[in-house]
């Protein structure tokens, strides 16, 4: 303890300490020297990515090695480069490795250096070639800036969005910039560059000229540059010794510094601290690393081998081949803590603490000296703070302790610490939340920096990272046990954290060619079984996309919603797979979008055989072609000789698209030809019947000039009565064979419309009735000719005559005939028309004569 | 034989009956000496014995659809003319009247036609269900005004949801990008109390004949909506192809939506869900309950009425609102259309007491009178006028002898007896042109009772039939085939694959035998079958007392119990299809019985019961419902997809001249 600021290094009189600690000692192996490499190292503790760099050689036969290790020195993945020349290697904000070749071509791997996807930055740049490069990140983007050898900077903000923007040439210079950078201002993408001792920034349309403020006119030229890594400082390094430290807007100075050192440096990187007002930049030369900023003095620190210093949010990682190293400004937190005779609350605190485990008494003083001033809570706070910023698990595990046990304290022994007249713990008003959020952080953390997995990054890294960036990561690496272990542990939904991982490894899984199809799908549904959240479509989608259509297919079958199988079954072309299905739930929806796919994909033939196949599709469709495409319809029928329906269909069309009768006839005799086929004689010889009528009844038209068109056969012989047209009636009734019942129905109810009581009579008496006479009785009364009914009363036959004399309104013949016919049925009738006083005497009879059958 | 012969004796006096208190029709009004005549008024109708668990309160459904509807309109800011499909006006006047949505912004209201609109506003908003043809009419809009270089807003607002189709046809007609589309999930429209109705009319045709699936997501949306607000139901049973596939898309959605189980108290228990195909007879039935006989005669709409001026004896037509609202019509809706002139006679005696107690009260009394009573006395004279206009109506059309012979004939069908009788006296209905869809009606309860008719009657049948109504009607008949409600016998179909296993293990000899045999088996109808294992025909001692009915018969003059209520109340009864095994059987099965969740504790909420009938309900199967309710203390809420009568179901199979 009393060495724990043993390592810290002050720099100028702010009050700023800087120390430098190993992360890791490094696992690999370097075949080459790291200053012969072009090196590429992710922010956020992310990967190292090396290969020979072929410019710095003379050329060699042999092909480099493209290399990519974990932070801690673990090789990941290596393949040989067979592309051309590159230039410069860059990581994208997703952790995709850019290789930038000299003809302007980008080639993007990932981790595993397998190979994504290339683009090219345009014929300019291919045909100038590239000599400079530089990866820059801005917020979700990754862009590229080129200088090529015709002295001319191309850049893209973003490579997934590609637009190329040529800058502006650097005026009247033909040297190649010393140095250069890419800058924002306002969200505009600028470029700096240095040429000499003259500052050119370029926008998009013009290049100008650009003095430094409080720059010192004698600093001489510019060697380096370098951005910070929230691109909102820079500083400039000049041949002289100097250093300008300032904003990125160019317009206003920080500080500036001298150093011992004229030769460029190999490497400049900002070592600052988010919303620390200290700044400092890390500037690097072959055997020293040199702190400057706002002092006189920088720290300088000896470098043993050649290393390469990486940017991060907090602090700058210095990796050499032996070590990988953390660079950063200490803390507030920890400066109070642990500075010499600190008397800050979080210092007392950890003293305290140290006290009670030796079970001194003084743990009560210090407690008692923090608990007078009221900083409690504060000394809680620094403590948990400050163990995040360590980075062993020592460490972090003493800051805690102060607080666990003096949480445990309150629960456990409060009552003592009352009895000691400590009074009211201070801890009522505690929430352990914060303690508990810190302890699950520093486990993820200290889980993930493993030399295993080898992901370094400090707590102010990670809580800007998010812990869902994180998961990202350690899925992109493949690092899925962990990954699903830190979402168990942190308590994500399931939604946002194992399923979403359990998608992501089974859908590498499905890219394991080596396994077959049902071992790769039961080893996935044995994992991720019903886990909500699972889209088994999307796994089954990249499947297709590998190339591993049956492999697909299997995984939808756990697909639980068929509108996510659907889609992917047409565009493996398994329609029939995805016809079914769609059947299968129900939705109709679903099924014309198979069927209206298929249409279009299918030859008629096969489309029409496919629907066959499936009735519910089948009969969809014929709905839809009912209405938009009739002609289909009929050739729906052909193909499945379907000939009743094909008569169907043309006796729809003889009466709703024809209108000419020659046109209607020719339907109906197709529908004829169809009923026949069909062997249905019935509906055949009512659709030639219809022909005929149709030819009679335009006849009948143009002979009376009456519209006879339309009307059924009933319709069109009443008529003719009507008309007076007794012996076409009587023809038409011959020749369609109508039924005598029907005929004598039709020839009464006409004749009686007619009023034309002498012809009903006299047919009446042509023949016997088909129908019986009270139908006589019941028109002429409907028709309310009493006169006329009289006369049929007598020929209804003895059954009836009760209801015949009713009809005419005898009741006391009625009566008498019911009672004739000892009917009890017919009596009541009669009974029941006896309403008036009149019909006293008939009732009574009535009555009279029922009682006689009863005695009977 | 015999017994048939009895009981067909046995009803007339039921008929007698119905006659007997028809008679006195013009001493309503002065209240005179024919309610005088009459009896007190039944103790069913006074009096709720028995009650159930209180209804559910349904007018959130109207208030949802609405707030919906109006935030769609919303979404195409300024004045806009609004295109409304003939059939969703009907409904759209219950959620939200003319007034609402001029305060939305809508101009003028336009009836979606295959005609041009004459419209000077720049935005036009169609309201329709999602049909080929209402598209093509939008297409034909569109495309008009493209023509003329007008430029317009449109949007087609689809409810209760669009279909992939509509898609379809907006691509093929070229405007697809021209409009924009929203769908207004307006699935349940409250009619009553206890009837939720989808207004979905084309269900049945869309169903059961043309086999479309389409609607079927839709139902089970809707159930799914109604759980979430009124449930968890602890427990479905259903009978029915239709019923088990929306079950299972219910499923679906209830597993889904794992987050919603909430520990509400349910307001509904259980869910039984049926296919109109179950029961074919009951909607084939001529109407005797109140309700029934208007939609029968009046056709209700909606939920609304219009009556003409043979009903309220003035030059116009008055529209009005059946349902519980009206007191007079909720205490005779019910009934069997007989009791229900007494009843309004008393009724209009009472109230004519209520008007005499003015003679003699002073003028504080009167002044009280005025303003408290006498309001809801006129309102109440008013409803009461109406509806013994209504019975005066109905009584001229249904009290003539026709009606008396249909009467007769229906129940000889359903008791299955002096059948030739019947098939001449449907014979004779169709020669002399009564009516086309009576006559169907009449040729369909035959099918459907005596599992189809014999090759010689359905040949004559349907050549009469055409020669009254067309040969178009050929088509009718297609449909009817395919729908099962009208068939040919054909032995050697029906025999199947037993039959021809058989003669190939016999001789021909007994091969012969075997298949008359069969063919005598095959004849043998379901229905006589059901209808004798569930015991649809009341046994007859004496007369049926209509006025205080024993069972469901009541609402066919207690003549036939509706089969589908009379499975309803075996399932409830036995809490499952056990002991039905024969009877499913004979209806096809497809029945199920699931518990939803273990929600049982709540008592109340399972002795109310939703009753689900794809394909549309009768009025006389909600009467009979409700009064199997009363008896055994449950509550039914009715869900249908349209309320239905033989003459809609009949008119939506019917190809007719378009």
Redesign the interface.
């Known amino acids: 303890m009393d060495f724990y600021t043993a390592d810290w290094y002050p720099l100028g009189l702010g009050n700023a300490y800087y120390r430098k600690f190993d992360l890791y000692k490094m696992e690999w192996k370097l075949r080459e020297d790291l200053k012969d490499c072009l090196v590429a190292v992710g922010p956020y503790g992310g990967s190292i990515a090396l290969m020979k760099d072929l410019s710095k050689d003379k050329p060699s036969s042999s092909r480099p090695t493209l290399e990519i290790y974990s932070a801690s020195g673990i090789r990941l993945s290596s393949i040989p480069w067979k592309s051309g020349h590159v230039v410069y290697l860059g990581w994208t904000v997703t952790e995709d490795l850019l290789c930038i070749q000299e003809d302007g071509t980008v080639l993007i791997y990932d981790v595993f250096c397998e190979f994504k996807r290339h683009f090219s930055l345009g014929n300019e740049v291919k045909q100038n070639q590239v000599v400079e490069a530089k990866v820059f990140h801005s917020e979700y983007r990754t862009g590229i800036a080129i200088l090529t050898r015709a002295l001319t900077f191309t850049l893209t903000s973003s490579i997934e969005e590609l637009k190329l923007r040529r800058m502006p040439e650097i005026t009247g210079s033909k040297v190649q910039p010393s140095c250069w950078t890419v800058l924002f201002q306002d969200r505009v993408t600028l470029v700096l560059a240095a040429v000499g001792k003259d500052l050119y920034l370029l926008d998009n349309t013009t290049c100008s000229v650009l003095t430094l403020p409080g720059m010192s006119p004698m600093a001489g030229a510019y060697l380096d540059m370098c951005v910070s890594f929230n691109y909102k400082h820079i500083a400039l390094f000049t041949d002289t010794g100097y250093m300008w430290m300032g904003k990125t807007s160019l317009k206003e100075k920080v500080c500036e510094f001298t150093s011992g050192v004229r030769t460029a440096p190999k490497q400049m990187a900002w070592c600052i601290r988010p919303y620390s007002k200290h700044v400092a930049v890390a500037v690097m030369w072959d055997k020293v690393l040199l702190v400057a900023g706002k002092a006189e003095e920088g720290i300088s620190f000896h470098l043993d081998e050649p290393s390469i210093m990486v940017p991060e949010l907090d602090g700058v990682r210095i990796i050499s081949p032996s070590t990988h190293e953390f660079l950063h400004e200490i803390p507030k937190a920890t400066e109070e803590i642990f500075k010499i005779a600190s008397m800050a609350p979080g210092a007392l605190l950890l003293v305290a603490q140290k006290e009670y485990e030796k079970e001194s008494q003084k743990a009560d003083d210090y407690l008692r000296e923090i608990k007078e001033q009221n900083l409690l809570s504060l000394a809680v706070e620094q403590c948990i703070e400050a163990a995040g910023y360590e980075h062993t698990p020592e460490m972090q595990k003493s800051l805690l302790r102060g607080n666990l046990q003096l949480s445990r304290e309150h629960e456990d022994q409060g009552d003592r610490l009352k009895a000691a007249s400590f009074g009211k713990c201070f801890l009522d008003k505690y929430s352990p939340s914060d303690f508990v959020v810190m302890c699950h952080d520093l486990r993820v953390l200290n889980a993930i920096k493993d030399y295993q997995i080898g992901i370094p990054l400090s707590i102010t890294q990670y809580k800007q990272l998010t812990v869902q960036v994180l998961l990202d990561r350690l899925v992109l690496r493949r690092l899925y046990p962990l990954a699903v272990k830190i979402c168990e542990y942190l308590k994500l939904s399931d939604f946002q954290g194992v399923s979403r991982v359990l998608a992501h490894w089974a859908c590498y899984k499905v890219q394991q060619k080596e396994k077959s199809d049902e071992v790769v799908a039961q080893a996935i549904n044995q994992k991720l079984g019903d886990t909500p959240g699972i889209s088994y479509s999307e796994i089954a989608s990249k499947a297709c996309d590998c190339g591993r259509t049956e492999l697909a297919i299997k995984l939808l079958e756990y697909e639980?919603k068929s509108e996510d199988q659907v889609p992917l079954l047409l565009k493996m072309k398994r329609s029939n797979l995805a016809l079914s299905k769609s059947i299968e739930s129900?939705?109709?929806?679903?099924v014309?979008?198979v069927v209206?796919y298929m249409k279009y994909e299918f030859n008629r033939g096969d489309f029409f055989m496919t629907l066959q196949n499936h009735?519910?599709a089948l009969?969809?469709y014929?709905?839809?072609c009912k209405?938009?495409e009739p002609e289909t319809l009929k050739d729906l029928y052909n193909q499945d000789d379907n000939h009743?329906e094909l008569g169907?269909y043309f006796?729809?069309s003889s009466?709703?698209s024809e209108k000419r009768v020659e046109g209607r006839v020719a339907e109906l005799q197709n529908a004829a030809d169809e009923y026949n086929k069909a062997k249905n004689e019935?509906?055949a010889?009512?659709?030639e019947?219809?022909i005929k009528l149709l030819r009679v009844q335009r006849k009948l038209q143009d002979e009376l000039d009456k519209p006879y068109l339309?009307?059924?056969?009933?319709d069109t012989v009443y008529n003719l009565l009507l008309d007076g047209m007794l012996k076409k009636a009587e023809q038409l009734y011959k020749d369609?064979k109508?039924?005598d019942?029907?005929y004598w129905?039709?020839k009464i109810?006409a004749l009686a419309e007619k009023e034309d009581w002498e012809e009903l009579e006299k047919f009446s008496k042509t023949k016997k009735s088909a129908?019986g006479y009270l139908p006589f009785v019941e028109i002429c009364m409907k028709h309310h000719n009493k006169l006329e009914a009289k006369k049929y009363v007598a020929r209804v036959n003895p059954e009836q005559r009760v209801k015949a004399l009713l009809l005419i309104g005898d009741l006391d013949q009625a009566a008498e005939a019911a009672i004739e016919h000892k009917n009890d049925?017919e009596m009541?009738m009669v009974l029941?028309k006896c309403?008036s006083i009149s019909d006293n005497v008939t009732a009574e009879k009535i009555n009279r004569a029922r009682a006689q059958i009863l005695k009977k | 034989m015999h017994s048939d012969r009895k009981r067909a004796s046995a009803f007339l006096p039921s008929l007698q009956h119905v006659r007997v208190v028809l008679v006195p029709t013009r001493d309503i009004y002065t209240v005179g000496a024919a309610a005088a005549v009459l009896a007190l008024i039944p103790a069913v109708m006074a009096t709720d014995i028995l009650d159930g668990p209180a209804l559910p309160d349904f007018t959130i459904l109207k208030r949802l659809a609405r707030d919906q509807l109006i935030y769609l309109l919303e979404q195409l800011p300024g004045k806009k003319d609004l295109i409304i499909e003939p059939d969703l006006m009907s409904p759209l006047d219950r959620i939200a009247n003319v007034s609402i949505l001029k305060q939305h912004d809508v101009d003028k209201l336009y009836k979606l036609e295959n005609k041009p609109i004459y419209s000077n506003n720049d935005q036009l908003c169609f309201l329709i269900r999602p049909r080929i043809s209402h598209m093509k009419y939008i297409a034909n809009l569109v495309n008009t005004d493209k023509r003329s270089d007008r430029n317009r807003k449109y949007k087609i607002i689809f409810s209760p949801q669009k279909f992939h189709t509509c898609d379809m046809i907006l691509e093929q007609e070229g405007i697809f990008g021209d409009v924009t589309c929203d769908e207004w999930s307006f699935y349940l429209l409250p009619l009553d109390d206890d009837i939720i109705s989808m207004e979905l009319p084309e269900f049945y045709r869309d169903y059961f004949l043309e086999g479309d699936q389409r609607w079927i997501g839709t139902v089970a949306k809707a159930l799914h909506l109604l759980n979430s607000i009124f449930g968890p139901m602890s427990k479905s049973y259903g009978i029915g192809r239709c019923a088990k596939m929306v079950y299972e898309v219910w499923k679906e959605l209830l597993d889904e939506d794992e987050s919603d189980r909430t520990e509400r108290r349910p307001d509904l228990g259980v869910a039984f869900i049926i296919d109109r195909d179950v029961d074919y007879v009951t909607p084939l039935c001529s109407q005797v309950v109140y309700e029934g006989l208007v939609d029968d005669i009046f056709r209700i709409k909606c939920g609304s009425v219009e009556f003409g001026p043979e009903v309220t004896s003035s030059e116009k037509s008055i529209k009005v609102l059946l349902n519980s609202q009206d007191k007079v019509f909720q205490e005779i809706r019910n009934e069997h259309f007989s009791n229900v002139f007494s009843f309004l006679s008393q009724k209009a005696r009472n109230l004519q007491s209520h008007y005499d107690k003015r003679r003699e009260m002073d003028i504080n009394q009167m002044k009280s009178f005025v303003s408290q009573e006498l309001k809801g006395l006129k309102q109440e004279h008013r409803l009461l006028s109406l509806h013994i206009g209504a019975c005066e109506s109905i009584m001229k059309k249904k009290t003539k002898q026709d009606f008396q012979d249909l009467l007769k004939t229906e129940h000889s069908l359903l008791e299955g007896f002096d059948i030739r009788e019947s098939i001449t006296s449907i014979e004779e209905h169709i020669n002399r042109q009564v009516s086309p869809t009576e006559s169907l009606r009449l040729l369909c309860l035959l099918s459907i009772t005596e599992n189809g008719l014999i090759t010689k009657d359905y040949r004559s049948l349907k050549t009469q039939y055409l020669q009254s109504y067309g040969p178009a009607h050929l088509l009718t008949f297609s449909n009817l085939k395919r729908t099962g409600l009208l068939i040919e016998q054909v032995p050697g179909e029906t025999l199947t694959a037993v039959e021809s296993k058989m003669s190939k293990l016999v001789t021909d000899k007994a091969a012969g035998k075997l298949t008359d045999a069969f063919s005598s088996l095959a004849k043998k109808s379901h229905f006589r079958g059901i209808s004798k294992k569930l015991g649809l025909i009341p046994r007859i001692d004496g007369e049926y007392d209509l006025k205080t009915p024993r069972d469901m018969a009541y609402v066919f003059s207690g003549a036939y119990i509706p089969l589908s209520c009379k499975v309803i109340e075996q399932v409830l009864q036995r809490k499952s299809w056990m002991g039905l095994e024969e009877v499913t059987r004979l209806l096809n099965g497809n029945e199920f019985s699931v518990q939803l969740s273990d929600n049982t504790a709540n008592s109340d909420s399972q002795r109310t019961i939703l009753i689900v009938f794809l394909g549309g309900c009768t009025f006389s199967e909600i009467a009979a419902l409700r009064f199997l309710g009363k008896e055994k203390g449950y509550k039914f809420i009715f869900l249908t997809t349209s309320i239905m009568n033989s003459t809609r179901m009949l008119e939506s199979l019917a190809e007719t001249k378009t």
Do not use: C, E, M
């Open positions: 639980s129900g939705d109709t929806d679903l014309y979008t209206s009735p519910t009969s969809l014929r709905q839809f209405h938009q009743q169907n006796v729809r009466y709703s019935l509906a010889k009512a659709t019947d219809q339309d009307y059924s056969l009933h369609f109508i039924p019942k029907r129905w039709l109810s129908v049925n009541n029941s309403s």
